[in-house]
């Protein structure tokens, strides 16, 4: 008899400690799955790179996807980056292998200094038409994904820079609505 009450209060002691957890359940709003994150477009941002037409006589541009950095710096560097690596749609390269940003700095008047590495120079292999492109596409690239870039002027690996080739003046600001 003792086996049987024990058995009971058990089974009662279960049935009350069930009853107890589904009131609390039944208490509670129902929380709601975590969202998936939004891959897609989070951190992500559209741009516009300048290149040279395949007839090498104007700039076409090439839109792109780039993650967004934070900086003004990373964002110059990724725009820079993005025209070292060349064109994905049949126009022409025109900046010279191995450009990349060591600084840049904008001011709020609008003008945009950027120091580039010194392949800028070393690797420019052309003359009047393609130093007049690898300038244009670059200051266009700028212009046209930085806000606010009204001028920008071009040092090179902590120099000033009076040309790249010897027949675009780089020792002033350039203005960006010369290279429309």
């Known amino acids: 008899m003792k086996r049987i009450v024990l058995f009971v209060a058990l089974i009662l002691a279960v049935l009350a400690w069930l009853a107890v957890r589904w009131t609390e359940q039944r208490r509670r709003p129902p929380v709601a799955p975590p969202a998936a994150a939004d891959t897609t477009s989070a951190g992500f941002r559209a741009v516009q790179l300048y290149f040279a037409s395949p007839g090498g006589d104007s700039l076409m541009a090439e839109p792109r996807e780039l993650i967004e950095p934070s900086t003004l710096r990373e964002r110059v560097a990724a725009l820079v980056r993005e025209l070292d690596r060349g064109p994905a749609r049949g126009g022409v390269a025109v900046l010279p292998a191995g450009t990349s940003v060591r600084f840049a700095y904008q001011d709020a008047d609008g003008l945009l200094t950027v120091d ?40 090179c690996g902590g120099e000033p820079l009076a040309t790249l080739g010897g027949h675009v003046p780089l020792d002033r600001p350039l203005n960006t609505s010369d290279f429309p």
């Open 116 to 155: 580039l590495s010194r392949s800028f120079v070393r690797e420019f292999r052309g003359g009047a038409g393609a130093e007049y492109l690898a300038v244009a596409s670059l200051v266009r690239t700028l212009a046209a994904n930085l806000p606010g870039v009204k001028r920008v002027l071009l040092v």
